[in-house]
């Protein structure tokens, strides 16, 4: 059974940082795109950034480039999100997202229970 | 960007209805649209990709059609579980994709 598991959210103030990771098992980890998809309260699905099998490929949305890092440990079956420069506006709960397909289809076909990260004062 | 529009954003709807949600993108995205569905407090669940394939483990009365910038997700005849939030997603211009606004589907 496909299962994803994050962690590592919390409370933290404007300007710090936190890192998430995702738990990955019951499927070859490094054959597949690994993706971060946040949902602030009450509001719609915003994809964030995404990596490639071996990580030689990453892409983020405007709004966290250059604060948050993604990467990935296939030995570890283990993805992460490192969130720096924090802002209210990143207050959301993190899903850790599988594509669909090894070719890469941007297409998210299991998804975490997702970590809450709130930022504020 | 490709910006992605969902309507209606609200729909009421009885047992056994048959509902239809469109998704209209802001520039021609093929047919690389998904969709999905959330439950309150629970992850999104992949329910349709490349505009009509039906993701492995849904059921039959969901379907989608669409191509180009203009799509549909249909439910041919609800079900007490299907009452949820629904998603378009493209996956055509990445990065970044995009998601609509949601579709929040309620009890008549």
């Known amino acids: 059974e496909v299962q994803l598991v994050e962690s590592g959210g919390g409370l933290v103030q404007p300007g710090g940082s936190l890192r998430l990771s995702c738990a990955a098992s019951?499927?070859?980890?490094?054959?597949?795109?690994m993706s971060w998809v946040r949902q602030a309260p009450g509001k719609g699905l915003e994809w964030v950034a995404n990596i490639k099998q071996d990580g030689s490929e990453k892409y983020y949305v405007d709004s966290v480039k250059g604060r948050f890092t993604i990467s990935r440990d296939n030995a570890k079956n283990s993805l992460y999100l490192q969130m720096n420069s924090l802002r209210a506006e990143d207050t959301a709960v993190y899903y850790c997202?599988?594509?669909?397909?090894?070719?890469?289809?941007?297409?998210?076909?299991?998804w975490g229970q997702g970590t809450l990260v709130t930022v504020s004062s | 960007d490709i910006q992605m529009t969902q309507s209606p954003s609200s729909v009421s709807a009885s047992v056994g209805d048959r509902v239809t949600i469109t998704c209209r993108a802001s520039q021609g995205i093929s047919s690389w649209l998904a969709w999905y569905q959330q439950k309150p407090g629970k992850a999104p669940k992949l329910l349709i990709y490349?505009?009509?394939s039906l993701q492995s483990g849904v059921p039959s009365r969901f379907s989608g059609s669409g191509s180009g910038t203009d799509f549909t997700l249909t439910i041919s005849s609800l079900q007490p579980e299907d009452f949820a939030t629904y998603y378009c997603q493209q996956a055509n211009s990445f990065p970044p994709s995009t998601f609509g606004q949601g579709t929040k589907l309620e009890i008549k």
């Open positions: 997202a599988r594509d669909l397909a090894v070719a890469g289809t941007a297409y998210f076909d299991y």
């Open positions: 490349a505009a009509s």
């Open positions: 019951g499927f070859t980890f490094s054959s597949y795109w």
